[in-house]
Nanobody, 120 residues
């Protein structure tokens, strides 16, 4: 059974930091690119950051470049999102995603999401 379980969210003041974790199980973690998405109230879900299956490449939304860092630990089957210099506009539900593209098939798994609130 595939599971992606996010943790580490909560309330933080502007300028503060949080680290989100996503524990993966039920699939071969090293075969999947891992991403964080977020969805703010009244807005569409957007891609925040991606790390490739081998961990050699990362990509970030322009809005978080220089502030957020995605990483993965193969021993723990966990992906992280370190969020620094948080802004109120970072407030959203953050979702962990695992994706594998094979020929014409894309395998996509999602976590249930975790709320991050940036407010004074």
């Amino acid at each position: 059974q595939v599971q992606l379980v996010e943790s580490g969210g909560g309330l933080v003041q502007p300028g503060g930091s949080l680290r989100l974790s996503c524990a993966a199980s039920g699939f071969t973690f090293s075969n999947y690119a891992m991403s964080w998405y977020r969805q703010a109230p009244g807005k569409e879900r957007e891609l925040v950051a991606t790390i490739t299956s081998a961990g050699g490449s990362t990509n970030y939304a322009d809005s978080v470049k220089g502030r957020f860092t995605i990483s993965r630990d193969y021993a723990k089957n966990t992906v992280y999102l370190q969020m620094n210099s948080l802004k109120p506009e970072d407030t959203a539900v953050y979702y962990c995603n695992a994706r594998r593209v094979r020929s014409i098939t894309t395998l996509d798994y999602w976590g249930k999401g975790i709320l991050v609130t940036v407010s004074s």
